[in-house]
């Protein structure tokens, strides 16, 4: 018999408007073991299990990982969704936190809009004489530097996590990537532009940077964010692109959903277009 208590009650700020795709690898247990135990949402659908995976010794290293992940699917189980999986799950408090650290991700990132604004009529203008946080063939991302020796939830809830990538495709049309790896959290933002990939493994090398600014500093943290320590954007050397389908890989939706939707090229990458979209639409 399952006497394990479900209590949907505590699963509520896992529900999203959004349609969610994320990713959430535990720390082995041995430094050199390949085994990870991991869990996969899927739209409101968790499957879990173990698998082996190579090492993540940089943000370098992620695109891959994901990939392995993705190709080792078929070994996880499904676990239940927002509505029955069992609050004591070991992945429901890592991902109630990194839940919360996109808002606050999020509202620093739309905090920074006027500040972003006014360095974009500044120098390092590029050919077109445009600044690169207003080139549309840009791809930017925010980093969130932490002092994670600070005794708080948040570093607590996360120590056994190695990594979370998370995106959701929103109503309003922006794509939100959150990555957390070693400490750092990092957010960046898409335009959804036609039909979104049902399943979407691919996810930036944030590793390939061009240039930079430090945008703000927080010596004792924010509100809800004991840890919070400095915020950056930085210019991605390349840009994400939807990675196809492998062959072989399972459909991991109960239903054996069609996974042949292909999004479209997106357009509008730039800050100046991004920001004011998340802004009046964000779901805080």
């Known amino acids: 018999h399952d006497h394990t208590i479900h209590d949907p009650a505590k699963l509520e700020d896992l529900v999203s408007d959004g349609y969610v795709q ?28 173990k698998v082996d995976l190579p090492a993540i010794k940089s943000l370098q290293d992620i695109p891959n990982v994901i990939r392995e992940m993705r190709l080792a699917q078929h070994k996880l189980e499904f676990v239940g969704d927002v509505s029955s999986l069992p609050a004591s799950n070991k992945f429901v408090k890592p991902m109630q936190c990194l839940t919360l650290m996109s808002k606050h991700m999020e ?25 690169w946080l207003e080139d549309d063939d840009t791809t930017c991302f925010f980093e969130f530097a932490c002092d994670n020796d600070v005794s708080s939830p948040t570093t607590e809830t996360l120590e ?26 990092y957010l960046q933002l898409e335009e959804m532009s036609g039909e979104f990939p049902l399943l979407d493994s691919k996810f930036p090398d944030l590793s390939k940077k061009r240039g930079g ?16 320590r400095s915020v950056s954007i930085w210019q991605s050397a390349l840009s994400t692109d939807v990675q196809s389908v492998p062959a072989g890989v399972v459909d991991p939706s109960p239903n054996g959903t069609n996974m042949s939707k292909v999004a479209r090229k997106q357009r509008r990458q730039s800050m100046r277009s991004l920001l004011p979209v998340r802004r009046k639409n964000r779901l805080l």
């Open 22 to 49: 994320s990713y959430y690898i535990l720390k082995p247990k041995e430094k050199n073991c390949k085994e990870r135990e991991v869990i996969f949402r899927f739209g409101s659908w968790f499957y879990s299990g």
């Open 107 to 131: 509202e620093e990132a739309v905090s920074c809009e006027d500040y972003l604004h006014e360095i974009m009529t500044q120098a390092d203008v590029g050919r077109e004489g445009n600044h």
């Open 160 to 185: 056994a996590v190695e990594l979370v990538c998370s995106k959701v495709y929103n109503a309003s049309g922006v794509i939100t990537i959150s990555i957390y790896h070693q400490g750092t959290f």
């Open 213 to 228: 600014r430090h945008i703000k500093t927080y010596p004792r943290g924010r509100e809800g964010w004991p840890g919070l």
